[in-house]
């Protein structure tokens, strides 16, 4: 069945870099796109990014400057990395999978809570 | 960006009875509009996608409905299992936006 987990630290210090990794398993990252998706604590949620299962990338302008996607199909796996983190980064970072050809998220991983605190 | 303007940010209603969530895009998304459900301490569940089409598995006691730049998500016969939050998604335009989000309790 369709599964993506996020991991990563769970403790950055501001300024770092975070870098999440999202592991899928049962579909292929040829075929379908992989997007990240952030929430800040009990708030609404942020569309970060996204990896097409042709390896090109769109990111949210909000983040271009700092965050990075990438992906390494032969492990099943996309990473996210965004420098610069504040305090404000602090939330919880979702992978989410699009459905094919549309835009909406049908399989959500279970998130990792990031905090960003010296 | 496209605005999502989601109300009421919380609704208390009796088991039973039924509920409206609203959900207005700054512009016209042209029914590319998903709702997701998420209980607390889970990851966001699809409900709706294309603004009324309900996805495998979701009761069908939920319902989506809307065009242009309104749009609604409709449960019927409130349960005890629907204390969630519950968000709209606008996919028409980069950035995907999302509604802030609707906290729903049982009375």
């Known amino acids: 069945q369709v599964q993506l987990k996020e991991s990563g630290p769970g403790l950055v210090q501001p300024s770092q870099t975070l870098s999440l990794t999202c592991t899928v398993s049962?579909?292929?990252?040829?075929?379908?796109?992989v997007h990240w998706v952030r929430q800040h604590s009990g708030k609404s949620l942020e569309w970060m990014g996204r990896?097409?299962?042709?390896?090109?990338?769109s990111y949210n302008s909000a983040f271009t400057s700092r965050l990075s996607i990438s992906r390494d199909t032969s492990k099943s796996q996309v990473f996210l990395k965004m420098n610069s983190l504040q305090t404000e980064d602090t939330g919880t970072y979702y992978c989410?999978?699009?459905?094919?050809?549309?835009?909406?998220?049908?399989?959500w991983g279970q998130g990792v809570m990031v905090t960003v605190s010296s | 960006d496209i605005r999502m303007t989601q109300s009421p940010a919380s609704l208390s209603a009796s088991l039973g009875e039924t509920v409206n969530i609203e959900c207005l895009a700054s512009e016209d998304i042209y029914s590319d509009l998903a709702w997701y459900q998420q209980k607390p301490g889970k990851s966001p569940q699809l409900l709706i996608y294309?603004?009324?089409s309900l996805q495998n598995g979701v009761p069908s006691r939920f319902s989506g409905s809307g065009s242009g730049t309104q749009y609604s998500l409709k449960i019927n016969s409130l349960q005890s299992e629907d204390v969630a939050t519950y968000f709209c998604q606008q996919y028409n335009n980069y950035p995907f936006t999302f509604g802030s989000g609707t906290k729903l309790e049982i009375k």
């Open positions: 990896m097409w299962s042709d390896g090109d990338t």
């Open positions: 294309n603004a009324n």
């Open positions: 989410a999978r699009n459905r094919y050809g549309y835009s909406y998220f049908d399989y």
């Open positions: 049962g579909f292929s990252l040829t075929s379908y796109s």
